[in-house]
């Protein structure tokens, strides 16, 4: 892929993902093989005002020997200065960057056990910082392609070919071309998902049925005070950013607890570098009592049980098949990429800013709305071209999609 190209997508990753601030820090998480990309966007991070940029270096290889050769005791214990650098960020809120690369299979054959257990023993440390910064400062999740992720996407192609086709399939994703202005496509974008939004807030839908013939026959309800979100976001201090880079996505945080019937995934989900494929998951009274897995069961199941909210929906999403990214046809095994291109849930976290008025509330305000809490936040999409989701509000029904598509034009 041409340099100049890849310093095209640095910039909109720096200037409109993240919206990096003059004299604002940078941590930058990113694997080692993407030494080039990081180069380039550093450079571009400084060019937009970054007065530091800290380096995150990971490597899916050298993880999977930690889980095989370090104790159960030594992965569950976050370091001194893992919590000083925790600290830190509660004291600058810094713009946080995600570069997304990992092989979809990378952690194939961790013990699960032993990789549920450390997290589950580091939550109660890393919690604090993580609620402390939340809403305060800007993050953005994008993506370059590493060759193993590629093969997986496509496997008839050569590495070289197959590298190549996910670079192109990426940047026709987040709107970069040769000779466009990605900024204006990305504010065309955010106007789009404003306007439809604002359809959504103003019916203030109680709940949600969701059928499809694969299945799935759901209702789940929303708060009183549920907000619908899409596109960019504003941090407490107001400054704009994208959180997502790509997001087809308009979606909400559902009522903890008030969720019934059955939800069938139709991609497959890649959690903790592995996959989990063709599942279904049933809720009773707002939690998943039971679920099954053609491939990845045992791994489903250490993510629904890895707390007491990872059962419960934290986000309800909608994307119409007719997206870019379903259109592609295009399976990237990357729920960032995959999650666009259908209807999904998420398991775990809610966002308190789907909540009317979440500036003037406490986390615990928030909660005690019906915002769900977990360690987890995980999509799984269930959209299909059949999928039709009806919204409530006093007994009258409203269609919001038929057939996988959005019933009303806004």
């Known amino acids: 892929m041409k340099k100049t190209i890849q310093r095209k997508y640095a910039k909109l990753i ?26 380039i966007l550093v450079d571009e991070c400084y060019k937009a005002g970054a007065s530091r940029v800290d380096i995150d270096w990971n490597w899916q290889p050298i993880t999977k020997l930690d889980y095989r050769h370090r104790t159960l005791r030594s992965l569950s214990t976050v370091q001194k200065w893992e919590e000083e650098r925790l600290k830190l960020m509660t004291e600058e809120y810094p713009c946080r960057i995600f570069i997304i690369s990992d092989d979809p299979d990378g952690l194939k054959g961790v013990n699960q056990d032993k990789m549920q257990k450390a997290r589950i023993a580091k939550y109660p440390i890393i919690k604090p910082y993580r609620d402390a910064i939340d809403n305060k400062h800007q993050w953005t999740i994008a993506a370059v392609p590493s060759y193993e992720w590629a093969k997986k996407v496509f496997p008839e192609l050569s590495k070289s070919q197959a590298y190549n086709k996910l670079w192109d399939a990426i940047l026709a994703t987040v709107r970069v071309t040769e000779d466009n202005d990605p900024a204006e496509a990305w504010r065309v974008h955010n106007e789009n998902f404003k306007n439809r939004s604002a359809w959504l807030n103003a019916h203030k839908f109680e709940r949600l049925e969701y059928k499809s013939a694969n299945g799935t026959d759901f209702k789940v309800w929303l708060m009183p005070e549920s907000r619908w979100c899409g596109g960019g976001e504003y941090t407490l201090s107001g400054v704009y950013y994208n959180p997502n880079m790509p997001t087809e ?33 049933t809720f009773e009274n707002g939690k998943a009592v039971s679920w099954k897995a053609e491939k990845g069961e045992s791994l489903l199941t250490k993510m629904i049980t890895m707390d007491e909210g990872a059962a419960m929906l934290g986000e309800v999403a909608l994307i119409p098949c007719n997206s870019p990214i379903n259109n592609s046809g295009i399976l990237y095994y990357e729920t960032l990429f995959d999650e666009n291109a259908s209807c999904h849930v998420a398991l775990g976290e809610g966002f308190n800013e789907c909540v009317d008025g979440f500036e003037n509330r406490t986390n615990e305000e928030c909660e005690a709305l019906g915002v769900n809490d977990s360690m987890i936040h995980v999509d799984f999409m269930i959209g299909a071209p059949d999928l039709c989701i009806t919204g409530y509000k006093d007994g009258v029904a409203t269609p919001i999609f038929v057939n996988g598509e959005w019933a009303s034009e806004v």
């Open 14 to 39: 720096a200037r409109t993902g993240a919206n990096i601030q003059k004299g604002q820090t940078v941590r930058l998480f990113v694997n080692v093989d993407q030494y080039e990309f990081a180069t």
């Open 249 to 281: 996505e308009i979606f909400t945080t559902p009522c903890r607890g008030k969720a019934e019937g059955t939800l069938v995934s139709t991609k497959p989900l890649s959690y903790e570098g592995q996959l989990i494929e063709n599942f279904s998951i």
